[in-house]
């Protein structure tokens, strides 16, 4: 094939391959035109490229009908299954897309988030809403699998390096809860919960990418106050977090998002930290602040409402933090 005719086939599209298959099927061009349902002009153009790409008049008039040329008789069936094709590329979609539809909101959540936005979205008021969610934890291909369609949307602490999807930033974590064994000390006098006594004791912090991974704002927050803190710990897995809070006498911090799961784990108590500790923190290191993350309106699977939902949930977890809050988050 010569790059001309090459050039020149590229340039149709598939509507101009459909006038094609219609005036071999039909002998008429104004049948044609009715029956795709575009005026006689648009189909003498379409015929017109058709003849300049592959350089031959292709249908011929002949006792009031347009007679196929022998190039155009062996054009048809390629054409015909080239349509073909475009059907069941559409029909693939179509199915895809009601499949997802099916399917319901596939979300990725960063840490802090999930088991709040759980025991959120699995209320029936939301569920109405929303309508079937399913969540996943966030993980270090969950942009890639938003940008190629089988994520819907993320809700984490990271910036995605992928520059076609869209960032939108939804808040801070207003409040942090201060974790630890029900019979730790610090307990003895939990009206003081200040930062200066907490570094007193075994500290231990979950790195999360995106905010804590080169150090926790406690650790800094203490080097510039010259206060010691000689016993803290980094891990990387929450089962590894939980084993160390139980085990050996330690103290943590966690979104006040995450609370009401916490409370939940036999042995542990937790306490909303004072703001003005949490100032404190924050003069150090940024609070972790969320982003939601998706794909450019054009390609979502979800509504304006759906989307606006979903933030309103988010904004509004950032501000609550005990179970009664959440009880009462749909009313």
Known sequence: MTSRLLKQLCELDIFTLMVFKNIYETGHANITARELS??????????????????????????????????????????????????QLELQAKKSRDYRADDGIHIAVGYGLMSALSHICGQADFRNRLGKVR?????????????????????????????????????????????????????KNAALLTLTEIARYPFVYLAIKGFNERIDPLELYCQQENI???????????????????????????????????????????????????????????????NLIEKSENYRRYNDTQRQIIIEIVTRLLNFHCESDLRQFGT
């Not at 002009?41 to 015929?47: E, F, N, T, V």
């Not at 994520?151 to 992928?162: A, K, Q, S, V």
């Open 38 to 87: 575009v005026s006689a002009p648009k189909i003498s153009r379409c015929l017109s490229s058709l003849r300049l790409a592959f350089d031959d008049e292709l249908f011929y008039r002949r006792q009031q009908k347009l007679k196929a040329t022998p190039l155009a008789e062996t054009l048809y069936q390629p054409v015909c299954d080239f349509i073909q094709s475009v059907y």
């Open 228 to 290: 010691p803190l000689n016993d803290i710990d980094c891990v990387s897995d929450i089962e590894e977090w939980y084993a160390h809070l139980l085990t050996m006498g330690s103290i943590a911090f966690a979104p006040a998002t995450e609370l009401c799961h916490i409370e939940q784990v036999t042995g542990l108590r937790t306490e909303v930290l004072p703001k003005s500790e949490v100032d404190k923190l924050h003069r150090t290191i940024s609070m972790p602040s969320y």
């Open 135 to 187: 969540l996943y934890k966030w993980q270090d291909d969950s942009a890639d699998l938003i940008h190629s369609g089988e994520m819907d949307l993320g809700l984490t602490l990271e910036f995605p390096d992928n520059q076609e999807l869209i960032t939108t930033n939804l808040g801070d974590v207003a409040e942090l809860g201060l974790i630890c064994r029900e019979d730790h000390p610090i307990w």
